[in-house]
Nanobody, 123 residues
Framework: QVQLVESGGGLVQPGGSLRLSCAAS????????MGWYRQAPGKQRELVAT???????SYADSVTGRFTISRDNAKNTVYLQMNSLRPEDTALYYC?????????????????WGQGTQVTVSS
């Protein structure tokens, strides 16, 4: 079984910083693209940033220049460094990953999601 577990959310003042982490565990053979999404109350889930297994990153326009996504392939972990946070960044942040895993006697390739970590930006 494969799990993604996020950590690092919390309450921060506008202009502050937070670093989110997401660790994948289980019978993992390989992880390709990893990413972060967010969902604010009453809004649809939106893409924040993605990173390939070779380290190529892409960002939503709203976070470009303020957020940085990175990963440690040896630890099956993806990070999101968030700087210059704004109240509009307040949301539940989810990580996801495209994972090839061994499930019983078969190989499986699926997109997995974490449970989410809350980020609140408020004075």
């Amino acid at each position: 079984q494969v799990q993604l577990v996020e950590s690092g959310g919390g309450l921060v003042q506008p202009g502050g910083s937070l670093r989110l982490s997401c660790a994948a565990s289980g019978s993992i053979f390989a992880i390709s693209t990893m990413g972060w999404y967010r969902q604010a109350p009453g809004k649809q889930r939106e893409l924040v940033a993605t990173i390939t297994n070779l380290g190529s990153a892409s960002y939503a326009d709203s976070v470009t220049g303020r957020f940085t996504i990175s990963r440690d392939n040896a630890k099956n972990t993806v990070y999101l460094q968030m700087n210059s946070l704004r109240p509009e960044d307040t949301a539940l942040y989810y990580c996801n990953a495209d994972i090839t895993a061994r499930l019983g006697d078969r190989w499986d390739y699926s997109k997995y999601w974490g449970q989410g970590t809350q980020v609140t930006v408020s004075s």
